[in-house]
């Protein structure tokens, strides 16, 4: 029982260590959660100020078509010929119109 009393450290040196150990979770969280998702959500709200007439566009749900008018919160997409809708700006996906664009560049340079 003696040996098990002496290898106990000090109250205050085990608590600082754990303060520490908490300080480090929460550094991690922030910077691997918390600081990717601002860094996101400030690359699409850029994307959408960046939105011009006469872009190929892709929706959340899929739908493939070109910028007709920009209003400040809404699009009209053409899909077809003289068949127009209209989105919400943040139903425009910014990954997969981006790689659309991407080909529709490549495909143009070739």
Do not use: C
């Amino acid at each position: 029982m003696l040996t098990i009393l002496l290898q106990a450290t000090p109250g205050g040196a085990n608590l600082y260590s754990n303060f520490l150990f908490i300080g480090l979770i929460i550094l991690v969280f922030y910077f691997f959660m918390v600081r990717p998702q601002q860094k996101k959500a400030k690359d699409q709200k850029k994307f959408r100020e960046e939105l011009k007439r006469g872009m190929n566009v892709v929706t959340i749900g899929g739908l493939h078509g070109r910028l007709l008018s920009i209003d400040d919160d809404t699009v009209w997409i053409e899909v077809d010929k003289g068949i127009k809708l209209k989105f919400d700006k943040v139903a425009i996906a910014v990954e997969a119109t981006s790689r659309v664009n991407a080909n529709t560049e490549s495909t143009t340079n070739a």
